[in-house]
């Protein structure tokens, strides 16, 4: 699993004893979504190459990983039914506004 004692061996947890092949395929994905997702895959693919190195997992690392992950999901939802919720706010009052005679 880890090559002790060999030419590859892992250093790191999160470091790939193998080529970059996966680098290779995400590319086309990455030059072409990213920019319009203000560069936000490009963090979590990163911070997924380290906790998925050479398909492995380590539970500890995945769990941390998985638990910062949902909490920016829990920050990005409470903003957008924020704003959501205030602009039907503001539609509801300019309508009742301009309906008034």
């Known amino acids: 699993m880890h090559f002790h004692g060999q030419e590859t ?9 193998y080529s970059d092949s996966a680098r290779r395929r995400t590319k ?7 920019p319009a997702l203000f560069f936000t895959p490009d963090v979590h693919l990163r911070e997924l190459g380290k906790v998925w190195a050479d398909e492995l997992i ?26 959501f919720e ?16």
């Open 9 to 17: 061996s892992r250093q790191h947890r999160y470091k790939s004893i």
């Open 28 to 34: 086309a994905f990455r030059l072409l979504f990213s």
């Open 58 to 83: 380590i539970e500890d690392v995945w769990r941390k990983f998985m638990q910062k992950l949902v909490s920016e999901w829990e920050e990005f939802v409470l903003y957008v039914s924020c704003t």
């Open 86 to 101: 205030s602009q039907k706010l503001r539609a509801y009052l300019t309508s009742k506004l301009d309906s008034r005679p």
